[in-house]
């Protein structure tokens, strides 16, 4: 068959070759760097001439499940009909020409290599490629001085995921690999060495049980083949690890993950803690001493120094929980908490955070009816509990959100209200208690979803947020990734510090007390330094003494001036402390009326069921009752009608008897007869 030429006099195939090499394509049914040369439409329209013109016309079913990005492509594809693939070489290459004029003079090598060569072996540079708003480069194959492919000599720079991450404060998908795991929710993710590990969760309903890993440098899922363990050090026996969700998994050393709590098919009377060894790649039950918790999902497992601190969560009977119970991982003996203060109500899927290794943070969370954004602070020191103040705009009402703690920042992201997802990323520095937001996203992503997991990993000293899964009307088994600015996770040195605020209120008549102390003492310091400096300055003058005293006035009015602004502020305080000790006793009352509101509640609803089963029996008895009436009246007329019958009886009897009546014999012949006797 005769080959079309353009006009350089080169054969198409040829030249399309170099312009698809050119453009960003190696041979592959995708793009590699088209995008990011021209616009949107173009890439659409080069791609679908470059599958028009190596493949054929679209024969491939229309996808259903995929992204919008693949809908395009298959539509642009779809559109060419049955065009030739050397009209569709022809378009490639004017459709080139047009848009970057000079490329065949930046590729005029290419005209005297083979065909094979031109699609395969150039030299050109690695290009970025443009996903999701963010850059990430593209290993290519590159050909030696002997002729030979080798691997690109960068190609652990190129490969090194967390390393592309070039947009700040932003989400976004980077391009895995490998076979993804099934999409789920309420699961446990950890990262241990540059690699985040995925257990259990929940899809559609049914729990799962697989552990896979996600390669941070490669970006490659891969599943872990579990093998069998042991009970535990003193017990060696099989351990068969049942599928759960709602469950906690915490990073514990540097080769072990503690998974803590969760639902199951056939749920245990109690906690288990089980253990998996990233050496041995087997599971084994840790041995506990103590009373356990009762057995539950959707708690908080916060790992405070060697100690593991759970709270609330939802047991195998739905009843929510807001008990405190801590397992020292040293001694391995568990301690139920009974801290003073007002604890949070119960609830389900909150977050929790630890701060200076001595204050535990209980954030949202969700009961049965409704979701939560109140902030609960406990004193692991004193154990009590506190309710402080949350500064600027306080986040919505969430559930199933996930958080970590980056220094004294910590990230909140996803979860849900009933109704929706919560598309904002916020971030509570917990030294100010000072809500900010980071990023919103739009529509309905993985990342505005309930039951999501994140995770935190760093590279070269930047900190990345790693969020997987989530339920959002469906089950996602996306990654996304935040890479953290200086700005966010410098934030707090940059705001107002308040001195120990996590307990603000309790602290706040010492705080003015300091303050006052500070300002005597900086003052009557000032003062004499002042007079000290003009009397040596000038240790003749009398204006110098005048000038000092004038100047000590000045000085003593702003002290008063100062007592007083620091007199109002104690009289402040102690009034806040008031309304917060006044608010305090109204919210326990309130809480204690709604218990009692409660019981009186659960009473009514025992007595009305005793009502209702009263007057289904009344109902039956009417109906036996309507049942015996009817009877009745048969019987009445069945009397009556064999009374009406005894009484012809009766007459005809009184009339002649019966005799008289079989034989036929008139009344009155009869008694004729007798009176002729």
């Known amino acids: 068959m005769a080959m079309a030429r353009g006009s350089s006099g080169l054969a198409y ?53 995929w992204s919008p990005v693949e809908q395009s492509k298959w539509t642009s594809w779809n559109g060419l009909g049955n065009m030739a693939s050397t009209e569709a070489m022809r378009l490639f290459v004017k459709i080139l020409e047009e848009e970057d004029p000079g490329w065949y003079s930046r590729v005029s090598n290419f005209v ?28 290519k194959t590159i050909c030696s001085e002997n002729g030979t492919s080798s691997e690109n000599q960068d ?24 076979p993804r795991p099934k999409a789920r929710y309420e699961h446990g993710a950890a990262v241990i060495d540059d690699k985040m590990y995925i257990f259990g969760g929940n899809h559609n309903g049914r729990y799962l049980s697989d552990l896979q890993v996600l390669d941070l440098r490669s970006w490659t899922w891969s599943r872990i083949e579990v093998k069998p363990g042991n009970e535990s050090v003193e017990a060696p026996s099989p351990v068969t690890v049942s599928p759960c969700a709602g469950h906690s998994l915490i990073p514990w050393g540097t080769n072990k993950l503690l998974c803590v709590a969760g639902h199951t098919k056939d749920p245990s009377e109690t906690i288990q803690v089980k253990v998996f060894d990233l050496q041995t790649y087997t599971w084994s039950i840790l041995k506990t001493y103590g009373k356990p918790p009762v057995s539950r999902g959707g708690q908080s497992v916060t790992l405070v120094g060697s100690s593991l601190v759970i709270f609330g969560g939802q047991d195998a009977k739905r009843s929510l929980l807001n008990d405190l119970h801590l397992l020292d991982l040293e001694t391995m003996t568990w301690d139920e908490i009974d801290a003073v203060g007002v604890s949070p109500s119960p609830r389900s899927d909150h977050a929790a955070a630890v701060h200076a290794e ?31 103040t949350q500064q600027v705009e306080i986040p919505s009402p969430r559930a199933g959100h996930a958080g970590v703690t980056v220094g004294e920042n910590w990230f909140i992201v996803g979860g ?13 520095n917990m030294s100010t208690l000072v809500w900010s937001v980071v990023t919103t996203v739009q529509g309905r992503v993985p990342i505005a979803s309930e039951g999501l997991s994140l995770a935190l990993s760093s590279y070269n000293g930047e900190d990345i947020l790693i969020a997987f899964g989530g339920y959002n009307g469906r089950y996602n088994n996306e990654v996304n990734i935040l890479k953290l600015s200086h700005k966010s996770t410098l934030q707090s040195k940059v705001e107002t510090p308040v001195p120990d605020s996590v307990s603000a209120v309790h602290n706040a008549t010492k705080a003015s007390r300091d303050v006052e102390s500070e300002l005597e003492n900086g003052q009557e310091g000032k003062i004499r330094e002042i007079v000290m400096d003009n009397v040596d300055s000038d240790p003749m003058g009398t204006r110098v003494e005048e000038s000092n005293e004038r100047l000590l006035a000045i000085l003593k009015a702003e002290k008063e001036t100062l007592e007083s ?14 309304e917060l000790a006044e608010a305090e006793t109204r919210n326990t009352d309130l809480y204690k009326e709604l218990q009692s509101v409660r019981g009186q509640l659960a009473a009514e609803q025992s007595r009305c069921f005793k009502l209702e089963v009263d007057v289904a029996e009344l109902r039956q008895k009417l109906q036996s009752m309507e049942t015996l ?19 012809g009886a009766r007459q005809r009897q009184g009339s002649g008897g019966m005799w008289g009546w079989l034989a036929g014999t008139p009344p009155n012949q009869k008694d004729e007869d007798d009176d002729d006797a």
Not at 116 to 124: F, Q
Not at 157 to 171: A, E, H, P, R
Request: proline letters at 6%; one cysteine or more; glycine letters at 8%.
């Open 13 to 65: 195939p040829e030249r399309f070759y170099a312009a698809a090499s050119y453009a960003g394509f190696d041979g592959s049914p995708s793009p590699k760097g088209v995008s990011s040369k021209f616009s949107t439409d173009v890439a659409l329209l080069l791609y679908a001439l470059y599958q028009q013109a190596t493949v054929g016309p679209c024969k491939i079913p229309k996808p259903r499940g």
């Open 112 to 139: 005297s290599e083979p065909v094979v060569d031109l699609a395969i072996n150039h030299n050109l540079k690695d290009e970025p490629i443009a996903q999701n708003g963010n850059a990430f480069l593209e290993t």
């Open 155 to 178: 190609k652990d720079i190129v490969l090194d995921g967390l390393g592309s991450v070039n947009l700040y404060d932003q989400w976004v998908e980077p391009p895995v690999s490998g």
């Open 358 to 388: 001595r204050y535990l943070l209980i954030f949202g969370g969700g009961s049965h009816a409704t979701c939560f954004n109140d902030l609960h602070v406990l004193d692991l020191q004193a154990m009590e509990w506190s309710r402080p």
């Open 416 to 428: 849900g209200d009933n109704k929706s997802g919560v598309s904002e990323t916020v971030v509570l």
């Open 565 to 578: 602004s620091i007199s109002k502020e104690k009289m402040e305080s102690l009034q806040l402390k008031q």
């Open 629 to 647: 009436q009817k009877e009745l009246e048969i019987l009445q007329r069945q009397k009556a009608a064999s009374e009406q019958a005894a009484l």
